[in-house]
């Protein structure tokens, strides 16, 4: 059973362009919904985690700006801006933190971007 | 910060053999999962060891946060065991994987 779906899958981004991602939540028993890049040194990276509707972050890293938006409890998106290298982003959940086993991190098939 | 130092970088094995993954980690770890990156580009859970070790199928792993590593056995290794394998180490306190640079591992026949 998937648990995340993620879109788009791929995505070509002309150089200064931004680009929307969105990632939907397919059972609620896992909240804790975050954004990872995966750059092209295959290096993979945690960026946000936001459990609440309303949550928004910002960061800016080598090769991209990102903002990261909790919608509703069952979406979560992810703007890229400025990007000058390709990447891949994942979506993941998990359950609340604490108790055995809460911590399990499930991935959803990620959004692939490549700069033209 | 965190860090997690996995090895090898590469590993070819031939049909049949096995060898094991190793993490290291810098700081004292509350959880590993453990990780495989399929040809679709979909990362699949291994496992998630909190403490011990786990086995499923030609697959065993280990975790022991005091001495800080990880482990990850293949025996009786088949083709489709190919594709890059990745370590991540939790920080319960702030929801936080961090990976390690994975391993590519390649079956021959």
């Known amino acids: 059973v998937t648990l995340l779906e993620q879109n788009p899958r791929w995505r070509l981004v002309p150089r200064g362009q931004a680009v929307n991602l969105r990632c939907i939540l397919k059972n609620s028993q896992y909240p804790w919904m975050s954004w990872y890049q995966q750059d092209l040194q295959k290096q993979l990276q945690w960026l946000f985690t936001?459990?609440?509707?309303?949550?928004?972050?910002v960061k800016s890293l080598p090769g991209a700006d990102y903002l990261a938006t909790r919608v509703t409890d069952t979406e979560l998106r992810l703007q890229v801006a400025n990007m000058s290298q390709g990447r891949t982003l994942y979506c993941t959940c998990?359950?609340?933190?604490?108790?055995?086993?809460?911590?399990?991190?499930?991935f959803g098939e990620g959004s692939k971007l490549t700069v033209l | 910060g965190d860090q997690v130092e996995q090895s090898p970088s590469a590993l070819s094995l031939h049909e049949g053999t096995g060898s094991a993954l190793r993490c290291n980690f810098t700081t004292t770890m509350r959880a590993v999962q453990w990780f495989r990156k399929n040809s679709r580009g979909s990362l699949i859970n291994l496992f998630y060891?909190?403490?011990g070790t786990k086995e499923n199928g030609r697959l065993k792993s280990a975790f022991d946060s005091k001495e800080r590593y990880s482990t990850l056995h293949i025996r009786d290794a088949q083709l489709e065991d190919s594709g890059t394998y990745f370590c991540?180490?939790?920080?319960?306190?702030?929801?936080?994987?961090?990976f390690g640079d994975g391993t590519v591992l390649t079956v021959k026949p």
């Open positions: 998990s359950a609340a933190l604490g108790g055995p086993n809460t911590g399990q991190l499930y």
């Open positions: 991540a180490a939790l920080n319960t306190n702030t929801g936080k994987l961090t």
């Open positions: 060891l909190a403490s």
């Open positions: 936001l459990r609440s509707p309303g949550d928004k972050e």
